[in-house]
């Protein structure tokens, strides 16, 4: 599967969600997902209508926005029909099954209204994904499990990741994960991939950076998702969104050459 097109992949997808996200990749020749983490509404909108066009995915922390409300979701469901990606709500769930069906369907970000994709840890067992499938399925939702993470010292590893990748193939409602490598040939399980830089090796928090190249033409991973290297300090969010776009892209083809 790694192998084929995004366009064959997404013709013979089962989840309609991932038929989405792999024509829209395919229309934009774009495997960038975003990751805007800055704090205030205004900066998220500019910098969503700006990279819009160069990403198949924008991945939100809404809780990390001091100005929140409803209007930012308005705001942004229109920039994704402007610009033509999905919508990513990075929220790392972790509880229980009831109560993250509570966090996920309501509270004051209402998250299941507009993400077209969240994500959990699997450390409570597979209730969470039952309580996020309640309420996301009805919707045309999809989730994807934390297998591993990109920081230094995590823990999710061996046998631990091994169990996300048996619970993500029984579970419908998941589409892939969020790890460093394809993990499964079945369902055409996707994977997004955090911690992706082209300088910089990391932070000074633990965060790991590795290229496109390693993490889409080698590891056999989908999307990259790149935060800073597209809007740190001194960049051109535009340049760098159409620098990482082409990156990613070039990777997925020189993968596709190697099959
Ligand atoms: N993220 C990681 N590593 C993971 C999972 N998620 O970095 O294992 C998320 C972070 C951040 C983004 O929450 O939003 O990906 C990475 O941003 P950066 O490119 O600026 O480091």
Redesign the pocket.
Known sequence: YSQKTYAARGREHTHPLACELFATMERKQSNLSL?A?VTTKAELIALADRVGPFICVL?T?VDIISDFDSDLVVQLQALAAKHDFLIFE?RKFADIGNTVKLQYGGGIYRIADWAHITNCHVIPGEGIIQGLAEVGMPKNRGLLL?AE???KGMLATGEYTARNVEMAVDNPFVIGF?GSRRFTEARDLITMT??V?LHASG?ALG?QYRTPETIVAENGSDII?????IYGPGKDPVAEAERYRAAGWAAYERRLQRA
């Open positions: 990751a983490d991945k922390h990075d934390l993470m990109s920081s969020i955090p911690g830089g932070d965060q998702i790149v935060g800073r290297g």
